[in-house]
Every structure is written in structure tokens, then in C-alpha cells.
């Protein structure tokens, strides 16, 4: 091919990207296929074509054009950076058509020949697009249900693995049921998966800050963790969202448990000398601190401790007050209260 082939090329090239950027398409289509038809070695002659059907949402065209642009690329062994750019703009023309897939696969292509920010954005936010895609495919509210019953039946059976493999299938199925992940969470702590349960436990409150049983799951993970006071914490949040009571056994169980293991008296034999003596240090203790002295004086605590004495049953009504409940575990603090 001539030099001036070549030359002429450039200018029809040249004209082509003027009509262009005036938006007059079909006069820059006909400067471009002059062009080709000179010099048919400029793949950058191609791409700028492609760009002028992509303008005009001729995909299909587009697509051609670039595929066209790539293989006559390699033959010639042009420029790396402009094969790049042909792939790229072929994912452009497959993300307008609705392939994903295969604009993914151009988009990496590009990457591989000549890796730009521009093209790697292209690439993440088609990915996103196949991934949501491929969810509302997926989604299935009865099929969901269906799992989380599996699952169910197999956490009775104490397969908790099982159990979550159903739990995790009725998520992707309906992600926005807290139900599977409250159960799922409840899994992860009978195998100790601490981390896990407390991601499951964050979504159910995240999805449904009334959902009592989230901050039951939260208030578990903490406990394992040994942040009694923060497990009491979500559990009281737990008691304002159980408006029906529904949950109140499960609740009251896990603050009495909070509540000893917050206690440091209460391993201590009852009845034996070390306990007696510990006993009458956490007295000279509480003798000193006004707090634990208004509530020892107070009447309407007076009475409750008294009942709680008579019935530890009785605990179980009383700490459902959080007032009252705050005022035992500053006792159970300080040494004076212990639960069995």
C-alpha cells in the first residue's frame, strides 16, 4: 500500500471524526468506509466507525465492527492499545444488547491487552449487573419457604450444617426474609462460628429493626463473647420489639443467664467459708457505694428482692422492667444479689 494511500486515508479519517463531533453520523460512515477503503491496515478507522453505530444505537452493527476491528488487528499486529479499545467498545455494544456475559468476556479481553480505570470500572459494574440479574432470576419466595422448612426440620435434628445449607438456599432465594438468617445465625453459634452468626444477626436488625429475635440472636453472640453487659443491652431491645410476649420466656432465660455471669459471686459455694467471707467483703463493699445503698432502700425494690427471695420464678416478671432489671444487675455487680 502506498504512503499516499495512507495519506489520504488519514484525511477521510480525519473529516470522518469532524462529522462526528457535529453529530452528523451518516456523513462521518462515509468518511470512515472511504478511509477503509484506502487504508485497510488502521484499525483505529474501524473503532471510530463502531462509536458512530453505537451513537446511533445500532448495537448489532457496532458489535460486528469491532469483532471485525480485533481480528484485522492481529493479523497486522497493530498497536495493542487499540485492540483494547476495540474490545472495549464491543462490551459497550453487548451491555446495550443485554449480553452480559459476553461483554464481561470482551471487557477482560481489553484488560489483558491493555489494562485502563475506564475499561476495569466497565468491567465491575457489569459484573454487578450479571450478579443482580442473575438473583432476580433466582428469587423465589415459596421455593424460599420450602428451604427454610428443610432447614428447620434438620436444626431439630441437630445437623446444624445441614440446616445451614437450607438457610443460606431460602436467603438467595428471598434475601429479605429475616427468618433464614435469624435461624442461620442460631446455627453458626451451636458450631461456635461466632463471626458468622453475628453477620447473620446485624442483617436481621438491619432488614427489621422490630424483629425481636435479631437482637435475641445479637444478644447470644455477644454473650459468647463475653460482653455480658452488651448482651443485656439487645436483650431489653429484644423485650420493647416482643410486643405480642411471644418471645419473653427465651428473653427472661437469656437475662438471668447474663445476669450471673455477670456476677463474680456467683460460683461461690454457698455455705462454705470462702463464700461467707466473700460474702461479707461484697457487704463492707456495698456499704460504701451510695447506688447500691438507695436500692437496697428503697421500698418497691425491697419487696421485689423480697419476692425474688420467696420465688426466683418471680425474677423472670421483674427484670422484664428495665428499670428494675438495671437495679439487680448493679446489685448482682457489686457482689450482693446471686442467682442460682
Excluded at 467498545?89 to 477482560?108: H, P
Excluded at 438457610?167 to 462460628?193: F, G, H, Q
Excluded at 435479631?214 to 454473650?223: D, L, N, P, S
Aim: hydrophobic share 35%; aromatic share 6%.
Amino acid at each position: 500500500m502506498s504512503d499516499d494511500n495512507k495519506q489520504q486515508a488519514l484525511a477521510e479519517k480525519d473529516l470522518g471524526n469532524q462529522a462526528y463531533k457535529k453529530r452528523q453520523f451518516e456523513d462521518a460512515l462515509a468518511h470512515y468506509e472511504k478511509a477503509w477503503s484506502l487504508d485497510d491496515t488502521n484499525i483505529s478507522i474501524l473503532t471510530n466507525k463502531a462509536a458512530v453505530l453505537f451513537e446511533q444505537e445500532k448495537y448489532d452493527d457496532c458489535l460486528k465492527v469491532c469483532e471485525e476491528a480485533v481480528e484485522k488487528g492481529r493479523s497486522v499486529r497493530a498497536d495493542y492499545k487499540l485492540i483494547a479499545r476495540a474490545l472495549q467498545r464491543a462490551g459497550n455494544a453487548s451491555v446495550k444488547l443485554g449480553q452480559l456475559e459476553k461483554a464481561i468476556e470482551f471487557y477482560e479481553k481489553s484488560l489483558t491487552e491493555h489494562r485502563t480505570s475506564d475499561t476495569l470500572e466497565k468491567l465491575r459494574e457489569t459484573q454487578k449487573l450479571q450478579k443482580e440479574k442473575e438473583k432476580a432470576a433466582y428469587h423465589d419466595p415459596e421455593l424460599a419457604d420450602k428451604a427454610r422448612e428443610e432447614g428447620n426440620k434438620l436444626f431439630k435434628e441437630q445437623n446444624w450444617p445441614g440446616a445451614i445449607e437450607q438457610y443460606t438456599e431460602a436467603i438467595k432465594r428471598n434475601d429479605k426474609d429475616v427468618r433464614p438468617y435469624s435461624n442461620r445465625a442460631a446455627c453458626y453459634l451451636k458450631l461456635m462460628a461466632v463471626y458468622e452468626a453475628e453477620k447473620d444477626a446485624n442483617k436481621c436488625i438491619e432488614l427489621d429493626p422490630t424483629f425481636a429475635r435479631g437482637y435475641i440472636r445479637k444478644a447470644a453472640v455477644e454473650f459468647a463473647k463475653k460482653e455480658y453487659q452488651k448482651a443485656i443491652d439487645f436483650l431489653q431491645q429484644a423485650q420493647e420489639n416482643d410486643k405480642e410476649g411471644k418471645a419473653a420466656r427465651e428473653i427472661n432465660q437469656q437475662l438471668q443467664k447474663a445476669y450471673a455471669a455477670m456476677n463474680p459471686m456467683a460460683g461461690a459455694a454457698a455455705g462454705g467459708a470462702g463464700g461467707e467471707e466473700s460474702q461479707e467483703e461484697a457487704l463492707k463493699r456495698a456499704a460504701q457505694d451510695p447506688e447500691v445503698q438507695r436500692i437496697l432502700g428503697d421500698p418497691v425494690m425491697q419487696q421485689i428482692l423480697q419476692q425474688m427471695q420467696q420465688d426466683p420464678q418471680a425474677a423472670q416478671e421483674h427484670l422484664k422492667n428495665p428499670q428494675v432489671a438495671n437495679n439487680i444487675r448493679k446489685l448482682m455487680n457489686a457482689g450482693i444479689l446471686r442467682v442460682a
